[in-house]
């Protein structure tokens, strides 16, 4: 079968330039099921593991929501740790790439506090941080939430396996009611099956064992040695 082409969705001409800046024509199949219901604004689980294309599919989606003239947060992106929260808030300022005056802000436990509360008096379009630093900028009301319309947890099973429900759902009763969620997650036990009931509408399910056309176990074996410049090239290629 034939791969679906990026260019057969409804995206803006910004978005298909930086997508074919990063050599990006076809849609993997995690993409090719779950954007069409994310550019029409439902809700979505998607399951899949890393290396399918999620990460993508997301921002793109968010992206593709966006009213830039707005500066302020329009999509929150929660991810269990800092180090995926870096790699996702990157893949999706490459995504944006073409948009222009696009901010992202990135909360992570274990930077400053100050250059955060910082960037978020100067406005921002996007939020990607992890859940504790997300709940610790809404105590001390330097983070609005009223204006998201898009909320993704990436990794949603790793973040209930590390203790974070209590602060996620403090974080979900910050948002909006009405709003697109989006929840990705390698696995779907019970509890995340109990987590969309609760914070999505009619959720669209996608479920994609396929990590691109790699074997898993060579992917976790191998090192590659890339030069500094390189870098944010390839962890995009690995999201």
Not at 178 to 200: G, N, V, Y
Not at 218 to 239: M, P, S, Y
Request: charged share 20%.
């Amino acid at each position: 079968m034939t791969p679906a082409l990026f260019s057969t969705l409804p995206l803006a001409p910004t978005q298909l330039e930086a997508l074919a800046g990063l050599g990006y024509s076809a849609m993997t199949p995690v993409q090719a099921q779950s954007l069409p219901a994310i550019l029409q604004r439902k809700d979505v689980i998607i399951q899949a593991k890393t290396g399918s294309g999620k990460t993508a599919a997301f921002g793109i989606g968010l992206l593709h929501h966006l009213n830039p003239r707005f500066f302020g947060v329009q999509a929150l992106v929660m991810c269990p740790t800092r180090e995926l929260a870096e790699q996702v808030g990157e893949a999706i300022r490459q995504l944006a790439s073409r948009m222009r005056n696009i901010k992202v802000v990135m909360l992570c436990g274990g930077k400053p506090f100050g250059p955060q509360r910082d960037s978020l008096e100067h406005g921002a379009h996007i939020v990607v941080g992890t859940p504790g630093r997300i709940q610790d900028h809404l105590q001390r009301q330097t983070l609005d939430l009223t204006g998201v319309a898009t909320f993704v947890l990436d990794e949603a099973d790793r973040m209930l396996d590390m203790g974070f429900a209590e602060v996620m759902a403090t974080i979900t009763a910050a948002l909006p009611k009405k709003r697109q969620t989006l929840l990705l997650s390698a696995t779907f036990p019970e509890d995340i099956k109990k987590m969309s009931r609760a914070i999505q509408r009619q959720p669209i399910e996608v479920k994609v064992d396929a990590v691109l056309t790699h074997d898993e176990t060579v992917l976790e074996q191998l090192f590659f040695e890339i030069q500094k410049h390189e870098r944010n090239t390839a962890l995009l290629a690995l999201f």
